[in-house]
């Protein structure tokens, strides 16, 4: 399920955002998406290697 919001960034952000949907081919709604999903993905790997590493 999609669920449509409203955030408001930077005009840096924004034109960074748009330059990276562009080089990967996507719209700024998954650039956004993407950026979130892999930045949580890593902030995860990197609990789990800390609980294993102590």
Do not use: P
């Amino acid at each position: 399920m999609k669920k449509r919001i409203n955030i408001t960034l930077e005009d840096e952000v924004i034109r960074r955002v748009d330059r990276y949907a562009e080089e990967h081919f996507t719209s700024r709604s998954g650039a956004i998406t993407r950026l979130i999903v892999e930045a949580t993905a890593q902030t995860k790997e990197k609990a789990a290697e800390q609980r294993r590493t102590g």
